[in-house]
């Protein structure tokens, strides 16, 4: 397998500070930062919008059309700020971070139809980009033979905090135990899903951010990153 040296991946669950620690290494490196968890947001917008009910019996064939009409584009955000992503030329950036959009993508994500979509575009990116990918199955399945491979988890109690922080940044009040319960509950059904498991790559280097600075992180990736660079 010829390794691809313009793609580094970092897969975990959510919380863990991928989405900081992807923007800032990306930066670093000057590559351009991918996040994979904004697409599947969009696709949960667009199911909301379009009332599709995934548990209809028709529902195969309408969430097909919607993919192949599905009119997405991301843009980097400015400075500590996340992906904006846009559905229809609309703006959607803000209506694709709530909890239940979460939980909906998360929904979403099992879907076949929906990984089979994604997956090519994110294939497509990486086809034509130097890339930091970002999310649950970059290196194990859409980019198999990255060069530089992470996997970054923290305990669910630490996530549930930074989510919280994350969250009441942006004005939103959500009770902790909620959000434990929403993490718990994501994790379960990301890991146990059939197609595309939340699990490591098998050679993916596992870092454990629960007692590290986000500098730390990104530190330790870039000496990896620098040390195997010929
Ligand atoms: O990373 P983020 O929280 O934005 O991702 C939202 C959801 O999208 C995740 O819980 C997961 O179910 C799904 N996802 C995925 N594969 C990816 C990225 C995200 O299944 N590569």
């Known amino acids: ?9 970092i897969d975990g669950p959510s919380g ?3 989405s900081t620690i992807s923007k800032l290494l990306a930066a670093k490196l000057h590559y351009t930062y991918l996040d994979t968890g904004a697409m599947y947001r969009v696709v949960a917008l667009q199911v909301e919008r379009s009332g599709l009910d995934l548990e209809a019996e028709n529902a195969g064939k309408k969430l097909e059309q919607l ?8 843009a980097p955000g400015g400075q500590g700020q996340e992906t904006r992503a846009f559905l229809e030329s609309q703006d959607v950036s803000e209506a694709i971070r709530t909890p239940e959009m979460a939980m909906l993508a998360s929904r979403v994500s099992a879907e076949p ?10 294939r497509a990116i990486g086809n034509r980009e130097t890339i930091v990918a970002e999310g649950r199955d970059m290196g194990t399945i859409v980019f198999p033979d990255a060069k530089h491979k992470f996997f970054l988890d923290a305990t669910p109690e630490e996530r549930a905090l930074r989510r919280q922080k994350q969250l009441r940044e942006k004005g939103l009040q959500v009770e902790y135990e909620e959000l434990l319960a929403q993490i718990r509950k994501r994790d379960r059904d990301d890991s146990s899903r059939a197609l595309a498991p939340l699990r490591p790559a098998a050679d993916a280097i596992v870092i454990d951010s629960s007692e590290m600075s986000i500098d730390e992180v990104v530190a330790f990736m870039l000496a990896v990153v620098n040390n195997r660079e010929e």
Request: proline share 0%; aromatic share 0%.
């Open 16 to 18: 863990a500070g991928k």
């Open 67 to 74: 993919l192949d009409t599905l009119d997405m584009t991301l």
């Open 113 to 122: 139809q929906v990984r089979k979509k994604l997956t090519e575009m994110q």
């Open 1 to 9: 397998m010829v390794e691809k040296n313009n793609i580094i991946t």
